[in-house]
Antibody, heavy 121, light 107 residues
């Protein structure tokens, strides 16, 4: 059974940093592109970052480019999201998601339970 | 970026009814479309991919159709467990983008 379990969320002040983690199990982690998708309270879904199988390629929307960094440790079957210079508009539930196929974009076939990040002074 | 527009934003239906949710893309996405279900307080779950392929374990009362810029999700014989928000997502073009969602409630 595919499982994705996020951790590391919490309350953080604007301008500070936070690092999210996602522990994967039930599949060969190193064979899949992985992503982070967020959802602001009562809002829709927004793709945040994608990383290739080896970690050599990463992709971001303009809204987080230069502030967020996605990374992975295939030996630990773990995905990470380093978030710097956080803004109030980054407040959201962050989901770790498995991308179905390799490539810059595809659908997300499994999702974690999500972790809440609140950016507020 | 490709814009995805869902309609309606909210929907109220009775048990056993057939429900249809629409999703329109700002340009042709060549069936690169997925549908997700998100139950209250839960994470999104994949229902449909490639516009009309059912994901593993999804009940057959769910179906997807469409082409070009117009797509739809149909739920036959609505069940109480189908109360949720539904989102479409295009993945034909980078970056992947989502529709605004449709909240389905029981009448």
């Amino acid at each position: 059974e595919v499982q994705l379990v996020e951790s590391g969320g919490g309350l953080v002040q604007p301008g500070r940093s936070l690092k999210l983690s996602c522990a994967a199990s039930g599949f060969t982690f190193s064979n899949y592109y992985m992503a982070w998708v967020r959802q602001a309270p009562k809002k829709g879904l927004e793709w945040v970052a994608t990383i290739s199988t080896s970690g050599s390629r990463t992709y971001y929307p303009d809204s987080v480019k230069g502030r967020f960094t996605i990374s992975r440790d295939n030996a630990k079957s773990s995905l990470y999201l380093q978030m710097n210079s956080l803004k109030s508009e980054d407040t959201a539930t962050y989901y770790c998601a498995r991308q179905n196929n390799i490539g810059t974009t595809d659908y997300f076939d499994y999702w974690g339970q999500g972790v809440m990040v609140t950016v507020s002074s | 970026d490709i814009q995805m527009t869902q309609s309606p934003a909210s929907l109220s239906a009775s048990l056993g009814e057939t429900v249809t949710i629409e999703c329109r893309a700002s340009e042709d996405i060549y069936n690169g479309l997925a549908w997700y279900q998100q139950k209250p307080g839960k994470s999104p779950q994949l229902l449909i991919y490639n516009a009309n392929s059912l994901h593993t374990g999804v009940p057959s009362r769910f179906s997807g159709s469409g082409s070009g810029t117009q797509y739809s999700l149909k739920i036959n014989s609505l069940q109480s467990e189908d109360v949720a928000s539904y989102f479409c997502q295009q993945y034909y073009n980078y970056p992947p983008t989502f529709g605004g969602g449709t909240k389905l409630e029981l009448k």
